[in-house]
């Protein structure tokens, strides 16, 4: 191309003038398309990054539901548990009700109490 414009630029009258008008013009043609390209890139690295963005935006929503669903298995056992345990302390409660309102274990419990009320122990210490 620059010889064709060297072989012009004989050719002309004005071969200066016309030569330099071309060159600009290449100049001006590279820019624009340099320009062009550069856009190009800016375009397609927004659409990388907001890809980017999305995919990260899914991967947050997927760790918030595990999360969600980790909390409620925790709590369904957690409740289970209690639950079992409350049940216990209802049979040993009901054990204990029934030992106490059979009148001869009753009784025997209060003798015992009697005599270590009325016992007196001495201490070996105490003179």
Known sequence: MIAAMRERGRNSTTDGGSLAALAIDGVLKAE???QEAV????????KVLELARERARGIIERARLRS??????AAKKV???ATAL?????TVAAEAVKQLSDPGRFRLALERVAVQLTTEVVSTDVA
């Not at 969600?68 to 298995?73: E, P």
């Not at 409350?86 to 209802?90: F, P």
């Open 79 to 81: 409740e289970l548990r």
């Open 32 to 34: 624009r398309e340099s």
């Open 39 to 46: 856009a190009a890139c800016e375009q397609a690295g927004l």
């Open 68 to 73: 969600v669903a980790l909390h409620g298995r």
């Open 86 to 90: 409350m049940e216990q302390r209802m």
